[in-house]
């Protein structure tokens, strides 16, 4: 009797974590099948995966901390603490994790050789990021949610990954190169790049009135559009690094 009683509560318990799941993990495997050239082993993909879902505890300390400094030093009735807040608190605590783990998982692995990899490996991160964030969101709020956030938030965490993977690969090719300033910079920019992104979608989304909703569903297709693009001709100009960067 009592096994009645609980197995509908777990069958909706599982429904609710196969629709926070499943867009992540639709959207990885579509980037690293446009990996043509030399695809990553899939041990070094889902490590990424968990290295995304453990940044998430980095930046949630992050996140409460400066949150907190935040709160003491600025009114949130000031048209500066939404900026801060988003911007700062949110957006570099959680792009700087991805990023902090990403390089420390895969800049000297012997794998990343080509100049996709950096545009997979980035993604993969930032979809094990939203992945938890979103069974987090999800087990909470529930399908209502989980179908917003499967059009919104988890692709938008894609793009973020898209754009830094971009960069991170730039970066690994002046590295090969022996071009170290040039690296630094792209690495800078692999970072700042998704924080950009990042805090102006959130706080675009925060804006409740109807010219910030049309502002945000513009901003979100334009940066759908845009990583759809870089993806296709990263993937199709793939080139491995050491032909790419030493001729």
Not at 36 to 44: C, D, G, W
Not at 193 to 216: K, R
Request: net charge positive.
């Amino acid at each position: 009797m009592f096994f009645w009683l609980i197995s509908p509560f777990l069958v909706y318990r599982w429904l609710l974590i196969a629709a926070a799941v499943i867009p992540a993990i639709v959207l990885l495997v579509k980037v690293y099948r446009a990996d043509k050239l030399e695809r990553e082993p899939p041990v070094l993909i889902w490590s990424l995966v968990i290295m995304g879902i453990i940044s998430t505890f980095f930046a949630l300390v992050s996140e409460k901390v400066f949150g907190l400094l935040l709160g003491a030093l600025v009114q949130q009735t000031s048209p500066a603490y939404n900026v801060i807040l988003y911007f700062i608190v949110v957006a570099v605590s959680e792009e700087l994790a991805k990023y902090v783990l990403l390089k420390k998982r895969t800049w000297n692995h012997p794998e990343f050789n080509c100049m996709y990899d950096g545009v997979v490996y980035a993604t993969a991160v930032s979809l094990g990021f939203a992945l938890w964030e979103n069974i987090s969101y999800v087990t909470m709020y529930g399908f209502s949610t989980a179908l917003i956030r499967a059009v919104t938030a988890v692709p938008g965490h894609a793009c973020f990954g898209v754009f830094m993977g971009v960069f991170y690969s730039l970066a690994k090719g002046c590295d090969y190169a022996g071009q170290v300033e040039k690296s630094k910079l792209f690495r800078i920019l692999a970072v700042v790049i998704p924080v950009l992104l990042h805090g102006a979608y959130d706080y675009i989304a925060s804006m409740e009135t109807a010219d910030f909703s049309w502002t945000f569903i513009i901003f979100v297709v334009a940066m759908f559009a845009v990583s759809f693009i870089l993806v296709n001709r990263m993937s199709k100009n793939d080139r491995y690094l050491y032909r790419s960067w030493r001729r």
